[in-house]
């Protein structure tokens, strides 16, 4: 039988994952405010509030700790919009409701502005994309919707992707200065995703008069 020596309190001990958890969640805020090039593992392990050799037992370099960060942050995204990542691979893409999609995806930003910013310039500046497991959903969902009769012909997925996903995530800096209380910061998502879903039904151009328009008729004679 183990006798504790008085004085001394028991040990706690560790929970990796957890310790993981506080110090990915402290890089996200520390770059939402420095950027990733003035990071490093030291000043995360302080904000996270654990010493630097236990931070340098997860992430060695500032390089591993940035994309561990996005890459935790495209996890939750991913699950947060998507659901289950086995059922969500295998769900037909005309199954998919582009109304409660849009919905998940600015709540997630909503609630995680800091987070979402930096998963978004890390998924911007990235050579390989792909690599990044919401982009690599996300986009393969489109490009099949794409394919599909409920699409109209001739959509750049790759544009449109990037245009939907940097709004979405820019959108809380505005909401962040616009509302006063977390009523309207819900009411701001609402506008948003049915302004995204509206646009994506009816655009903002009526064709016909869009051709109408005498600038576009000067340009074409010149």
């Given at each position: 039988?183990?006798?504790?020596?008085?004085?001394?309190?028991?040990?706690?001990?560790?929970?990796?994952?957890?310790?993981?958890?506080?110090?990915?969640?402290?890089?996200?805020?520390?770059?939402?405010?420095d950027?990733?090039?003035?990071?490093?593992?030291?000043?995360?392990?302080?904000?996270?509030?654990?010493?630097?050799?236990?931070?340098?037992?997860?992430?060695?370099?500032?390089?591993?700790?940035?994309?561990?960060?996005?890459?935790?942050?495209?996890?939750?995204?991913?699950?947060?919009?998507?659901?289950?990542?086995?059922?969500?691979?295998?769900?037909?893409?005309?199954?998919?409701?582009?109304?409660?999609l849009?919905?998940?995806?600015?709540?997630?930003?909503?609630?995680?502005?800091?987070?979402?910013?930096?998963?978004?310039?890390?998924?911007?500046?990235?050579?390989?994309?792909?690599?990044?497991?919401?982009?690599?959903?996300?986009?393969?969902?489109?490009?099949?919707?794409?394919?599909?009769?409920?699409?109209?012909?001739?959509?750049?997925?790759?544009?449109?992707?990037?245009?939907?996903?940097?709004?979405?995530?820019?959108?809380p800096?505005?909401?962040?200065?616009?509302?006063?209380?977390?009523?309207?910061?819900?009411?701001?998502?609402?506008?948003?995703?049915?302004?995204?879903?509206?646009?994506?039904?009816?655009?903002?151009?009526?064709?016909?008069?869009?051709?109408?328009?005498?600038?576009?008729?000067?340009?074409?004679?010149?």
């Amino acid at each position: 039988m183990a006798v504790r020596s008085k004085g001394h309190a028991p040990r706690r001990r560790r929970n990796p994952e957890k310790t993981r958890e506080a110090i990915l969640e402290a890089a996200g805020l520390v770059t939402a405010q420095d950027g990733s090039e003035g990071l490093t593992v030291a000043q995360v392990a302080q904000r996270a509030g654990v010493n630097r050799g236990t931070a340098y037992l997860h992430f060695r370099t500032r390089e591993e700790l940035v994309e561990a960060t996005a890459a935790w942050v495209s996890d939750k995204l991913y699950r947060s919009v998507f659901g289950d990542p086995e059922q969500a691979a295998n769900q037909p893409v005309e199954t998919i409701s582009a109304e409660v999609l849009m919905e998940r995806l600015t709540d997630f930003a909503m609630a995680n502005p800091e987070h979402g910013r930096v998963w978004l310039f890390e998924l911007l500046r990235s050579q390989r994309p792909a690599k990044d497991k919401f982009w690599r959903q996300y986009y393969s969902n489109f490009a099949k919707f794409a394919k599909t009769e409920f699409a109209v012909p001739g959509i750049d997925v790759e544009v449109t992707s990037v245009l939907m996903l940097a709004g979405t995530f820019l959108w809380p800096v505005w909401a962040s200065v616009h509302a006063r209380n977390a009523k309207e910061r819900r009411q701001l998502a609402k506008r948003f995703s049915r302004e995204v879903l509206r646009l994506s039904l009816h655009g903002t151009l009526r064709p016909e008069l869009h051709e109408a328009q005498p600038q576009r008729k000067k340009r074409r004679k010149s």
